[in-house]
């Protein structure tokens, strides 16, 4: 493993795990002038053979270079930049600089990596014009600026999720300041059964928005009713009786949008009949203390007297390990642990959000089954029945059917149980 060193021991975890500046040395070649964490990629550097990819031929130079790691788990991302030597200032009538950052590859999306080559471009660009206008790299009299310059952009870049930013003083007037923002995916399709879950206070938003603010009044009709526990398809019926004359498809487009840009989430409408697994997200996320709270206090609502502490987090953590949707649905879940969840003032509505929008839970959905001719019409059906019947095709869930025939659970399973054998497939 040519790239791999403990970043544990190093007093700092991120997705960027080390920042290197390489220099072309007249006499020793390629040497790693200074990095942050100190003494980063030392042994990789030596015994590797990294630095003639590192300071490669002139050609390549201005051009980003990304080397990934065999059997290892970090990619490394280089910019080497060249400089002519039109001033007689430097030896060999050049100067020949890398930058290099070491990213982790394990949990790294396409995009992630896109976004790090940009910011190896900033930097080594950044660094260049610093070195044409003052000879910042190669005046040994800046020597001391580089290391503090390095850790303070590793530090800034590790600081934020979905964007990478940094704004760091190197001399004077002068500093290393840009932004590079993750481009988003289009958010995931959702079925009339989903519930929208606000993930900041939107009505909130809406009041801070200036008067002359042009703000789309179908949003605006729509943030109050957003309330976590208010389906698509219910929304639509609400926004059809408010009389603003909404289409669905307007509906689907303004909740989109707020997904889009972080402000609502996704879940599967919440009953007691749902069925919920673990991921396995679940088995490192409790290792953060601040996410541990952060569960803590939403599954609580909130409320500044409920338990906290360590006990707390272990005790909803263990909560959490006991959700088995394949033993038990929600209700016998609630029945089971009682105690538990009076005890730490947990309400089960925000456990299960909070664990859907954080990926540690998955709903088992239910795929109702019915053959060719049960879904048949019959003069003896009523037009409802017949309606969930075809429904019973494998491709809809009890969720789905729930939603769009506007029928509780219950309605719905006694409509499958009266029409012949119908089969339920959990997935």
């Known amino acids: 493993s040519f790239l791999g060193f403990e970043y544990g021991s190093m007093g700092e975890r991120g997705f960027f795990k080390a920042i290197s500046y390489i220099v072309f040395d007249k006499d020793k070649g390629p ?10 990629l030392e042994r990789q550097f030596t015994s590797n053979g990294l630095g003639r990819y590192c300071i490669p031929d002139k050609e390549v130079c201005g051009k980003v270079v990304v080397i990934d790691e065999p ?19 430097y030896a060999r009538n050049a ?3 890398c930058v290099s950052l070491v990213v982790g590859r394990s949990t790294a999306s396409r995009e992630q990596v896109d976004a790090c080559r940009s910011v190896a471009v900033h930097l080594g660009n950044k660094f260049k ?23 303070g952009i590793r530090q800034q870049l590790n600081e934020r999720e979905g964007c990478y930013q940094c704004n760091v003083d190197v001399v004077g007037r002068d500093s290393i300041c840009f ?4 481009p ?9 059964g989903d519930v929208p879950v606000p993930l900041v206070p939107l009505e909130e938003l809406l009041e801070e928005q200036p008067s002359d603010h042009d703000f789309d009044l179908l949003l605006r009709q729509l943030i109050p009713h957003v309330d976590g ?3 698509v398809g219910e929304l639509k019926e609400i926004m059809r009786d408010d009389g603003g004359g909404a289409t669905e498809a307007n509906l689907r487009t303004c909740l989109r949008h707020l997904v889009h840009f972080g402000l609502v989430g996704m879940v599967g409408k919440i009953q007691l009949s749902n069925r919920y697994r673990l991921t396995k997200a679940f088995h490192d996320v409790f290792d953060s203390v601040s996410f541990a709270d952060r569960a803590l206090r939403y599954s609580q609502g909130g409320k500044a007297s409920a338990p906290s502490g360590p006990t707390a987090r272990r005790r909803l953590q263990r909560l959490y ?11 016998d879940f609630t029945v089971e642990h009682a105690k538990e969840l009076r005890v730490l003032e947990v309400q089960i509505r925000n456990f299960v959000t909070f664990g859907v929008l954080h990926g540690l839970l998955r709903q088992l959905h239910e795929y109702p089954v019915a053959s060719p001719a049960t879904r048949q019409p019959h003069p003896r059906r009523s037009p409802g029945d017949q309606r969930v019947l075809e429904l019973c095709d494998g491709q809809h869930t009890m969720d789905h059917i729930c939603a769009v025939t506007n029928s509780t659970y219950a309605e719905i399973w006694s409509i499958l149980q009266a029409n012949g054998p119908v089969f339920v497939i959990p997935k």
């Open 179 to 182: 932004r590079v923002v993750l």
């Open 31 to 40: 040497t790693i002038q200074c990095s942050d964490p100190p003494e980063a």
């Open 129 to 151: 014009a610093l070195e044409l206008e003052m000879q910042f790299l190669s005046d040994k009299k800046f020597a001391d600026n580089l290391r503090p310059v390095l850790k």
């Open 71 to 89: 059997f290892g788990s970090n990619n490394m991302i280089l910019f080497p930049v060249y400089i002519e030597d039109t001033l007689g200032i």
């Open 229 to 231: 526990a208010t389906s």
């Open 95 to 97: 100067f020949q600089f």
């Open 321 to 331: 390990a006991a959700v088995d949707g394949r033993r038990q649905n929600l209700q």
């Open 184 to 192: 988003k995916k289009p958010p995931p399709p959702f079925t009339l």
